[in-house]
């Protein structure tokens, strides 16, 4: 999913557990993660999480079943997230402990904001000019 240079601004904030994006991205997202979803099979709950905010219990299979989404952000720099980082367990929002929830709400018109659901499996590098993202190797490490 391109993210527009000069169209968005994108903080990085590891007190923020969401990613929040802005209302066409956000769409943009859910059509890239749902497609032709239905109401039956293992992503029938796919538009629910994004257009009611719904938490759901899904097996690990059902989990699995859900796309990666890939962010193309600036200077050619992509951002992948597995639907174990934005579909996520533990949420206060669930009802119980198998239940998911989705990791990712709309916000402002031009700023969106990375948050623990995106850097989770990334090593981050700040410094005074710039952002570095590296993919953990989850062989070796975490």
Do not use: W
Not at 73 to 93: F, I, N, Q
Not at 115 to 137: C, P
């Amino acid at each position: 999913i391109p993210v527009s240079k000069g169209d968005s601004m994108a903080f990085l904030d590891t007190g923020t557990n969401d990613i929040v994006l802005p209302e066409t991205l956000y769409a943009a997202v859910e059509a890239a993660v749902c497609g032709g979803s239905g109401s039956a099979g293992p992503t029938a709950h796919c538009h629910a999480f994004f257009q009611q905010g719904i938490c759901a219990a899904l097996t690990p299979s059902q989990l699995d079943a859900y796309p990666d989404i890939v962010l193309h952000l600036d200077k050619g720099v992509e951002l992948k997230m597995t639907s174990r980082d934005y579909l996520l367990y533990g949420s206060p929002a669930a009802a119980s402990a198998d239940e998911v929830c989705l990791g990712i709400g709309k916000g402002g018109e031009r700023f969106f904001i990375l948050g623990d659901t995106a850097m989770r499996s990334q090593y981050i590098v700040f410094t005074l000019q710039e952002v570095g993202f590296g993919k953990v190797n989850t062989k070796t490490c975490g």
